[in-house]
């Protein structure tokens, strides 16, 4: 496993622009870094400095954020996961984020599963065509995105397995995550075939780990049991620390010193 840095929020104490923070994360040793949106970067200079560093640009999120189960929608998504994979190419990315979108009103649970599904299955082809992977984001919407259709790690695990595509995985956020009362030493027990990125932030705080509460050791020890060998990306924000100060207590929280 390896760490990477999400450089919307970390080394912003010590570069403005997001080209200068990749350089501030090799500095660091780190081995990769992602963002969220791309549309509003400065894609050829961040591209410049992935070259110049080596670092991998784990992955970023397809712009605009469109539904998975509004199907009026739904050529909008597939346009948005096009065009993104247009700047996955240029920055030498192959994994994009997508998320849920919000609820339908009137739609039980069994039908937003089944729009998703169908919905899934049409972007997992195009995904496949532009040789890019997908990765489906559930969200918590009890602090940060009420309404949100997606916000179970399980409901999100399913979907991906009826999907049953190699270019639609699972990115599991822990914050999310435990926001939405998981025990995350146990939600993916079993089912890592269909994950292929985790993201990190310790709690109360959404800080760096080793700031809050959770044992993450036990975590770690489940991922290298579940056989995960894929990044981890630290996505938190600093509170009152700095990004050097963070990095070192998430690699001594991970036991990745």
């Known amino acids: 496993m390896k760490l990477s840095a999400c450089i919307e929020w970390l080394f912003a104490d010590e570069a403005d622009s997001l080209a200068d923070r990749v350089h501030c994360a090799k500095k660091a040793g780190l081995d990769g870094v992602e963002f969220h949106l791309w549309r509003d970067k400065p894609i050829e200079d961040i591209k410049a400095a992935l070259d110049e560093t080596g670092l991998t640009l784990t992955s970023f999120c397809v712009d605009p954020r469109r539904s998975i189960v509004d199907l009026t929608q739904q050529e909008e998504l597939l346009t948005a996961i096009e065009e993104s994979a247009g700047a996955a190419q240029t920055l030498g990315c192959s994994k994009m984020i997508i998320a849920s979108g919000f609820m339908l009103p009137g739609k039980a649970p069994e039908e937003h599963f089944e729009l998703a599904v169908a919905t899934l299955k049409k972007v997992a082809a195009l995904a496949e065509e532009k040789q890019v992977t997908l990765l489906l984001e559930p969200l918590n919407d009890k602090v940060d995105h009420p309404g949100m259709y997606l916000v179970s790690v399980s409901v999100a695990l399913d979907?991906?397995?009826?999907?049953?595509?190699?270019?639609?995985?699972?990115?599991?956020?822990?914050?999310?995550?435990?926001?939405m009362g998981d025990d995350i030493t146990t939600v993916l027990k079993g089912r890592m075939q269909w994950v292929e990125h985790i993201q990190v932030a310790d709690m109360p705080g959404r800080g760096a780990p080793g700031t809050g509460d959770i044992d993450w050791q036990a975590v770690m020890s489940m991922l290298e049991s579940e056989g995960y060998k894929g990044w981890i990306g630290m996505e938190f924000v600093l509170n009152d620390m700095t990004t050097a100060q963070a990095v070192t207590s998430t690699r001594k929280a991970l036991g990745m010193e």
Not at 169 to 174: E, G, H, N, P, S
Request: aromatic share 10%; proline share 5%.
């Open 159 to 179: 979907l991906v397995e009826a999907v049953n595509s190699p270019n639609l995985r699972l990115i599991y956020d822990a914050y999310h995550s435990l926001v």
